[in-house]
């Protein structure tokens, strides 16, 4: 979790799994495990070096860097990157989000109390209101913001000037950005899921800060349980140690692991309760679809935002939903994990699970 305080339905989203476990003791806990400095930053090697790039060349020119959009999934490192540019510039940091930024004026205060070089991190950024974007534009070019004085055609935009800062804008809606915007950055990195192997990575690492002590096997349980996600990763690992800890020695290895996540209702493939109950619902009351993103909403008992942000990203990326013109439909892998068969003969059985260009199931 984000060490600032967003709206409820935020925290939802971007602490699916295990979100009642979530407590404060695990948000402090998450804050420990942030890797502080760029080397010790696991993964996205490509935005790595691009951003490492980005600090030397401007320490060097002895200028602020360029501002710099971080955009890709919850939980893979935007907010841990941006600690880490302030740190790596011996910069001061302030952490604020466009939903906290109500009013243009809200954007204009945090803007003129900024000090020279320091980093402000603007997390969804893609949330902040019109009239605070477009007071954006002007700061992050020409480092001025027009503060308007009095109401109607009375008022007058009295022109302040800013100290030069750095920009780290995070964004899990890269395309909802307007384009005036995204052109003002000097660079974008595109976080993309992490590969089992680096995940295990960040549980071994994780494992030694919290003093767990986990084999090779443990850790890539856990690590192929985590959807490419580190903050999943280290929430499991946090639940697997606790389970180690209540009903074994502590010591953390496959078996345990697997025992542990079971019962936390995660499978092996990493779906959570969500996940199985709207894929359980697509084939059990749909036969597999096409059924709309509504509907299939309705018959899980949840939002339709949360099935579509929460659930299917995941599920489409594991190749067992698609979405598709008609509608949501099931994969041949989607009955094969919940051990189910399609229904014979069905032209929405989905079988052998792809859909065609049309948007149906290819027969
Ligand atoms: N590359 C990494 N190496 C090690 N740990 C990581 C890495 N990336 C993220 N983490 C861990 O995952 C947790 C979540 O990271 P972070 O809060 O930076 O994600 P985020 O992308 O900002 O998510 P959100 O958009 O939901 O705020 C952090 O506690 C951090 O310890």
Redesign the pocket.
């Known amino acids: ?2 060490p600032y305080d967003s709206d409820p339905a935020d925290r939802l ?3 699916q799994v295990l979100a009642a476990a979530a407590d404060g003791e695990d948000q402090a ?7 502080k400095l760029l080397d ?5 090697e490509r935005v790595r070096e691009q951003l490492s790039l980005v600090l030397q060349a401007a320490r060097k020119r002895g200028a602020t860097p360029d501002h710099v959009l ?1 955009s ?12 880490i540019i302030a740190a790596e510039l011996g910069a001061p940091l302030r952490i604020t989000s466009g939903p906290a930024i109500q009013h243009a004026g809200d954007l204009a205060a945090i803007l003129s109390s900024l000090t020279e070089g320091e980093v402000l991190f603007l ?2 950024i893609h949330r902040m209101s019109r009239p605070a974007e477009e007071m954006l534009y002007l700061a992050m070019e020409d480092f001025r913001v027009d503060v308007i004085v009095g109401k109607g055609p009375g008022a007058t935009a009295i022109p302040l000037e800013l100290p030069p800062f750095t920009l780290v804008g ?1 964004t ?1 809606r890269a395309g909802l950005l307007p384009p005036p915007l995204r052109d003002r950055f000097g660079f974008t990195g595109h ?1 993309e899921f ?1 590969a089992p192997s ?1 995940l295990e ?2 549980v071994h ?2 494992a030694a800060l919290l003093d767990v002590q986990i084999d090779p096997a443990g850790a890539a349980e856990i690590a192929g349980r985590s959807r490419g ?3 999943i ?2 929430r499991l690992l946090r639940r697997v140690r606790d389970y180690a800890q209540v009903r074994h020695d502590g010591v953390v290895d496959r078996e345990i692991a697997a025992q542990a996540l079971a019962v936390y209702e995660v499978d092996a493939r990493g779906l959570d309760r969500l996940d199985r109950a709207v894929l359980d619902a697509l084939l059990r009351l749909f036969g597999g679809g096409p059924v709309g993103l509504s509907t299939l909403a309705v018959a899980v008992g949840e939002e339709a935002e949360t099935v579509e942000e929460v659930a299917e990203p995941f599920l489409v990326r594991e190749g067992l939903l698609a979405r598709t013109p008609r509608g949501r439909i099931a994969t041949a892998a989607a009955w094969q994990h919940l051990g189910m068969v399609p229904p014979p003969q069905s032209p929405r059985g989905a079988v052998p699970g792809q859909p065609d260009l049309f948007g149906g199931a290819s027969s």
Do not use: C, H, W
Request: hydrophobic residues 35%; charged residues 25%.
């Open positions: 979790m984000s989203r971007a602490d806990v998450e804050a420990a495990l942030r890797p010790e930053f696991i993964g996205q971080l890709g999934p919850p939980g893979l490192g935007k907010t841990t990157l941006s600690m997390d969804e995070a899990t976080m992490y680096e990575r960040v690492r994780s996600t580190p903050r990763a280290n």
